[in-house]
């Protein structure tokens, strides 16, 4: 089966500083990837050309085979986004800006109206969907967010950052969902800070330092690889990003 994300020979400099150096990295449907690093190690720069905000100063990233840059529309139109920073209109209800998204969509009124209860059930909005979204504290956001990311059914979901900010409750809805979708085949992009959520949901993860791809391959054979030396995931992690 062909990869649904296709990064060849990705990079991206500002100015002097390059920020992704030559990835290359392969996803396929009906997988969680993980990306991990430190602040600058070049995974928000990787998320923005995957998502089309940014185009690759090399390289190229193709999603279920339409180039991010030569096949813009066709290519986003496989994916949902979930930045780190939330952003709703304030003076649209949850509700309201659901419809926007849908309505950007081409849905019909009536198929709008069974997208938007469908995802008000799955994340849990029923309480404060019809609130301005002015209101919404972090979590309510991400929530309506996500949501907002599903409507369309992606084949890839794209997130940054996803569990900063939400309440113990919210972590496990998403964390749950997130399992459930890649099961039925969706492909999820995460890039996280967050080690114990790529342990816990990841089926691969990757490790970037200074814009190099350090490591991609599942928790275990991390560990395997690493045999005799402390098996927590942060300490593996701390190892391969400080002694490279």
Not at 178 to 183: A, K, Q, S, T
């Given at each position: 089966?062909?990869?649904i994300?296709e990064?060849?020979?990705?990079?991206?400099?500002?100015g002097?500083?390059t920020?992704?150096?030559a990835?290359d990295?392969?996803?396929?449907e009906?997988?969680?990837?993980?990306?991990l690093?430190?602040?600058?190690?070049?995974?928000?720069t990787?998320v923005?050309m995957?998502?089309?905000?940014?185009q690759?100063?090399?390289g190229?990233?193709?999603i279920?085979?339409?180039d991010v840059?030569e096949s813009?529309?066709?290519?986003v139109s496989?994916?949902g986004y979930?930045?780190d920073?939330p952003?709703?209109?304030d003076?649209l209800s949850g509700y309201?800006?659901l419809?926007f998204?849908?309505e950007i969509?081409?849905?019909?009124?009536?198929?709008?109206?069974?997208l938007?209860?469908?995802e008000i059930?799955?994340f849990?909005?029923?309480e404060f969907?019809?609130?301005?979204?002015?209101?919404?504290?972090h979590?309510?956001?991400?929530?309506?967010?996500f949501?907002?990311?599903m409507l369309?059914?992606?084949?890839l979901?794209?997130?940054?950052?996803?569990?900063?900010?939400l309440d113990?409750?919210?972590i496990?809805i998403?964390k749950?969902l997130?399992?459930?979708?890649?099961?039925k085949?969706?492909?999820?992009?995460?890039?996280t800070h967050?080690?114990?959520?790529?342990?816990?949901?990841?089926?691969?993860i990757?490790?970037m330092r200074k814009g190099?791809?350090?490591y991609?391959?599942s928790?275990?054979?991390?560990?395997k690889s690493?045999a005799?030396e402390d098996?927590?995931?942060e300490?593996?992690?701390?190892?391969?990003t400080?002694?490279t």
């Open positions: 089966m062909p990869p994300v990064f060849s020979s990705v990079g991206r400099d500002y002097s500083k920020a992704v150096d990835i990295l392969q996803l396929h009906g997988e969680l990837f993980a990306l690093g430190h602040n600058g190690a070049g995974k928000t990787a923005k995957l998502v089309g905000l940014l690759p100063g090399t190229s990233i193709r279920g085979g339409y840059v813009t529309r066709e290519a496989l994916l979930v930045p920073q952003y709703l209109y003076k309201e800006f419809e998204i849908a969509y081409g849905f019909d009124a009536k198929v709008i109206k069974e938007i209860g469908r059930d799955r849990g909005l029923a969907v019809h609130d301005l979204c002015e209101s919404y504290s979590g309510m956001k991400q929530r309506t967010v949501a907002a990311a369309h059914n992606p084949r979901l794209v997130i940054d950052e996803p569990m900063v900010g113990p409750q919210s496990r998403v749950d997130l399992r459930e979708e890649v099961d085949g969706l492909c999820v992009f995460m890039s967050t080690l114990t959520a790529a342990e816990e949901i990841a089926d691969r990757g490790v190099q791809l350090l991609v391959g928790v275990d054979e991390l560990r690493h005799g098996q927590s995931l300490s593996l992690y701390l190892k391969l400080n002694s």
